[in-house]
């Protein structure tokens, strides 16, 4: 039996959905499959006499940025049982394990060791020779500067793309792997093309330090829909360990017929392993251990025998369609598509998950809503066309019966005629507008026939999604003034939108904006005056032309204008001479229920021990800030961005529309520091007039802030709104602060700036 080649039509279109479905065709007699066929990456493996070897493909040393020295990383993998294991320093090839004392530690593991959080033998490397201790290393190395990528088998040490990279392993005769996909946000085409493209590109990292990105299957399984049956990607759990708490909770078990580097490297190629994820380590309960799958080819069931497991689940486009340690595909033939993956679920939380195994069908379908270019396509005002393309892969005719349905609506029932292998039909489906993104799919049944048993029913389903051509929101900056942020979601041309906003029905803007590619617009909305002290919703509808999908939606945004604090104006002569005006307090932090955190109230002595007076205006450009703090004790030995470990004040400004600006004022053993940890304006300390001053008679400390409203993104203007918050902290001894007073929650102890107090700048 000869296999196809599956029919891969590439759509680069960001509204694209493309099913595939394809066939295994019988050599010599020429007689059509009469079953579902399945690709078995197992096929191969004598379970009686295979090897079952423990493997890391994603390690760190202090040849970058771990914490252990190589041969300390060898030998706690040994000790757990690894017998197969790439060292993958990033962008630094840390091979051979014979030549380790010939490596130097990186920059930073020498800077750790200066910081005291390294000891110095952590840098003195020993070498180690794998077959005396019975391992099997990996030249390897994790390149860094693009999507992270596994490079084993080459001393290659990267570039700054990711294709350079790709090409330049190729060229070296090595093997890649993408690692911990869910950390970047790429698209399913972008993966789906570099696969395609690099047939040395084997693999996938699913499970990566546990289960730190627990949307790298859902990427998986999407990758999968569109390259299986003709294209695997082989799926691997990797402990990225850079600590040794990092160290054990995720492995491949590598299924050999011969403990060598040539093994392994056939096996990382065929798929020969399935991979474990154990949040408890090697302690009990153990993981899922396989020791046999079997494909029954003649009645289409697949049958794993294992230990350790409570439940199986399989797994087809992401999907669960059955459990059991048994599948019988033909059952399901209507809910599977182009490949299934068994996921084996163990005691609290553990997992073991197979390869996937590729489906093959006579007959390879797509439906798709866009174009090439990604051009939404009309029949008539009131409905999209779905295309439907049906291809012959089988080695003679086959007349399926076609139904399409979005829920029990039924659209198309025809029959189709494909007579000769290779045969093309295409027709279409109308779609009405009213169902994209309303939730229910479109499904295509095909009946393939009575010949075709209990294989006979398949399914196609078309999620009925389409991406907006724009992002909109709405963002409340002053009480008359909202800013409509116009963000374009497509890549290939601009877009010409036309903007109507209202608010409880009484009309606020009519505008009409063009967004370029990925680019944004903003437009400011005016708000009357009624809406003062008032809760309501500010309605913003957008039209574009019909050819990027729905020609308009409608996009809601709150407008809460109650409960905002008035900041006070006062004369602008104080702060530009650099003298600060005298402010009258506005909080007093005073009781035991403003000192955090809640076991801290203890140890509180009242209000001479630790205690503020808080006041804040606005000059007209500036914010101004007093904080007068009761303390019988100041201390603060730190610099930098750790001065919030002492005495000091710590504020938080939050406007609506921009980036909040955190700062840290301390009276330091080397004098005043301003520290910014984040805002808009990098040059704000700068331009930042600050003091503090200590009164030893008194007790009293005086932290004092005049921030320019413009650095801040704030309108220096009336009605201009924005949310602040401040903290205090305590610290008596110099070993660092031990609580703090707040004018809020959210910002020591936890970041939540929904919860800091809003103000309005007041006439």
Not at 465 to 483: E, I, K, N, Y
Not at 486 to 501: D, G, I, K, N, W
Request: with cysteine.
């Amino acid at each position: 039996m000869t296999t196809s080649k599956p029919c891969r039509m590439r759509m680069f279109a960001s509204l694209l959905m493309l099913l595939t479905i394809t066939a295994l065709v019988l050599g010599g007699c020429g007689a059509p499959q009469r079953s579902i066929a399945i690709s078995d990456p197992y096929a191969a493996i004598d379970w009686q006499t295979t090897g079952r070897y423990k493997a890391n493909f994603h390690t760190h040393t202090t040849a970058s940025d771990g914490s252990m020295n190589p041969h300390e990383v060898i030998d706690r993998y040994k000790a757990q049982g690894h017998r197969i294991l790439a060292l993958t320093d990033h962008n630094h090839v840390t091979y051979p394990w014979q030549g380790l004392t010939d490596l130097s530690p990186s920059d930073r593991a020498v800077g750790e060791l200066e910081a005291g959080g390294l000891q110095s033998k952590d840098l003195v490397y020993e070498n180690r020779i794998p077959l005396e201790i019975g391992m099997i290393a990996i030249q390897g190395n994790e390149l860094s500067s693009h999507h992270h990528t596994g490079s084993f088998f080459t001393d290659h040490n990267g570039t700054n793309t990711e294709i350079a990279s790709l090409q330049a392993i190729g060229a070296k005769g090595g093997l890649a792997m993408l690692y911990h996909p869910g950390r970047y946000g790429r698209s399913t085409n972008w993966y789906v093309d570099l696969y395609e493209q690099y047939p040395h590109l084997i693999g996938l990292e699913v499970y990566n330090q546990g289960n730190r990105y627990p949307d790298d299957r859902l990427i998986w399984d999407k990758i999968l829909t569109r390259l299986m049956p003709g294209r695997p990607v082989w799926g691997y759990s990797n402990d990225d360990m850079h600590a040794r708490s990092h160290l054990g909770r995720n492995w491949s078990i590598m299924l050999l017929p011969e403990f060598s580097e040539q093994w392994v490297r056939r096996g990382l190629e065929q798929g020969r392993s399935y991979f474990v994820y154990s949040p408890h380590r090697e302690k009990e309960p153990m993981p899922p251990v396989i020791h046999s799958i079997e494909v029954d080819h003649g009645r289409s069931v697949i049958t794993i025998e294992a230990d350790n497991w409570e439940t199986i689940e399989w797994v087809s486009e992401g999907q669960i369609f059955h459990r059991g340690s048994s599948v019988d595909l033909a059952r399901y033939s209507d809910q599977i598509g182009s490949y299934v993956r068994a996921k084996l679920r163990g005691a609290e939380g553990t997992i073991a998950g197979t390869q996937p195994f590729g489906i093959h069908r006579p007959i390879a379908a797509t439906i798709s809503l866009t174009d090439d270019d990604g051009m939404a396509e009309y029949i008539d005002d009131q409905h999209l066309r779905a295309r439907v393309q049906l291809r012959n892969l089988s080695a003679g005719a086959v007349s399926p019966q076609i139904e399409a349905r979005i829920g029990q609506e039924q659209f198309i029932s025809q029959a189709v005629s494909l007579q000769q292998p290779g045969d093309v039909t295409t027709f279409d489906v109308p779609v009405p507008v009213e169902a994209i993104n309303a939730g229910q799919p479109l499904d295509l049944h095909i009946d393939l026939g009575a010949e075709y048993g209990r294989s006979r029913r398949m399914r196609l389903r078309l999620p009925l999604r389409m991406a907006l051509p724009v992002r909109v929101s709405s963002q409340v900056v002053a009480t008359d003034l909202a800013v409509i942020s116009v963000v374009s979601q497509v890549e290939q041309r601009p877009v010409t939108v036309h903007l109507t906003a209202a608010v409880e029905g009484q009309s606020l803007l009519r505008e009409t904006v063009t967004v370029a590619p990925g680019e944004q617009v903003q437009v400011q909305c005016p708000l009357p005056a009624s809406l003062l002290g008032q809760e309501s919703e500010l309605q913003v509808v957008a039209k574009w032309d019909r050819s990027f999908g729905l020609p308009e939606a409608t996009f809601s945004s709150a407008i809460d204008l109650k409960n905002l604090a008035p900041v006070a104006k006062v004369a602008a002569d104080g702060a530009a001479g650099g003298i600060f005006p005298t402010l009258k307090p506005v909080v007093m932090l005073d009781s035991a229920e403003d000192v955090f955190p809640v076991g801290a109230r203890d140890d509180w002595q009242g209000p001479a021990d630790s205690s503020a007076a808080i006041a804040w205006a606005w000059d007209g450009q500036n914010l101004l800030l007093t904080a007068t703090v009761r303390d019988d004790k100041h201390f603060n030995t730190r610099s930098g961005a750790g001065i919030w470990n002492g005495d000091a004040a710590q504020l938080a400004i939050n406007p609506p529309a921009e980036t909040m600006t955190t700062l840290g004022l301390a009276l330091t053993a080397e004098g005043v520091e301003l520290h910014r940890w984040g805002g808009p304006d990098a040059e704000l300390q700068q331009k930042a007039q600050h003091s503090v001053t200590r009164n030893e008679a008194e007790a009293t400390t005086i932290y004092q802030l005049s921030l320019p409203l413009a650095s801040l993104g704030i309108r220096p203007e009336p009605g201009a709104i924005f949310s602040f918050n401040i903290v205090l902290f305590d610290d008596d001894t110099g070993s660092g602060q031990k609580g703090w007073l707040q004018l809020a929650p959210g910002l020591a102890g936890g970041r939540n700036p929904s919860l800091y107090p809003r103000f309005v700048l007041a006439r």
